[in-house]
């Protein structure tokens, strides 16, 4: 079984401050790792993802995370906050079984970002 | 636009009623996914349908059933619903059964339950 937590509910910052929205997950295998998006009345966008290989993993809009293994974290950064990155961010982790996977996603709760002019 | 579609946008029952929704998956995707987000549950996986089979099933109630059919677009089916299925419920596909390729979600369908 899987299960993720994103540390903080909320996290609000200055425009132009470092954004850091934390992810720690538990997988009895290695997991594949997600960051989703969520703006208000839409979906989820994929911002980025961890499978195997590199462990800094960049995305879209600036976003980077960053697979530590041995901290089972996967936490999310963005040098400098833009206006538009308040939303929803979502962490969330899948399987890897040897290769196979029927690869639903398991979500953490969620980290909503406030970004203050 | 993720090239996935939901039908309805919004829909509004009461309670005891039943209700279908409706998803288009991405051209070329065969899995298509059944998420349910709520504010006490959070996002919650319901269902997941690999070419018209179903592949594994989560959290789902009884009282819901899902199906993909052979143009591969999938239906959700709510019954005896109840307050607590208001939720917004969002369907997402990708090409592979599972592994590590992308979800791609759907606008969602905001259901309201009186």
């Known amino acids: 079984a899987q299960s993720v937590t994103q540390l903080g509910s909320h996290v609000s910052v200055s425009e132009g401050a470092l954004v850091l929205l934390r992810c720690n997950y538990s997988?009895?295998?290695?997991?594949?790792l997600f960051w989703y998006v969520q703006y208000p009345n839409q979906g989820l966008q994929l911002l980025l993802k961890?499978?195997?290989?590199?462990?800094l993993v960049k995305g879209i809009n600036g976003f980077e995370a960053e697979f530590k293994k041995s901290e089972t974290s996967f936490h999310l950064t963005k040098p400098s906050a833009h206006m538009s990155d308040a939303a929803e961010y979502f962490c969330?982790?899948?399987?890897?079984?040897?290769?196979?996977?029927?690869?639903?996603?398991?979500f953490g709760q969620g980290t909503i970002l406030t970004v203050h002019p | 636009d993720s090239g996935v579609t939901q039908t309805p946008k919004h829909l509004i029952t009461a309670t005891g009623q039943r209700v279908t929704l409706r998803c288009s998956p991405r051209?070329?995707?065969?899995?298509v996914y059944w998420y349910q987000q709520s504010l006490d549950q959070g996002l919650q996986f319901l269902i997941q349908?690999?070419?018209?089979?179903?592949?594994a099933k989560g959290n789902i109630l009884e009282r819901f059933s899902a199906q993909q059919f052979p143009d591969l677009h999938s239906e959700l089916n709510l019954s005896s619903l109840e307050l607590g299925d208001s939720a917004l419920y969002f369907c997402?596909?990708?090409?592979?059964?599972?592994?590590?390729?992308?979800?791609?979600f759907g606008p969602g369908t905001r259901l309201t339950v009186l």
């Open positions: 997402a596909s990708s090409v592979a059964m599972g592994g590590p390729g992308t979800q791609y």
């Open positions: 997988s009895s295998v290695p997991p594949y």
């Open positions: 961890y499978t195997t290989g590199a462990t």
């Open positions: 969330a982790v899948s399987l890897n079984a040897g290769g196979t996977s029927y690869g639903k996603l398991t």
């Open positions: 051209s070329g995707d065969l899995s």
């Open positions: 349908y690999y070419n018209g089979e179903e592949r």
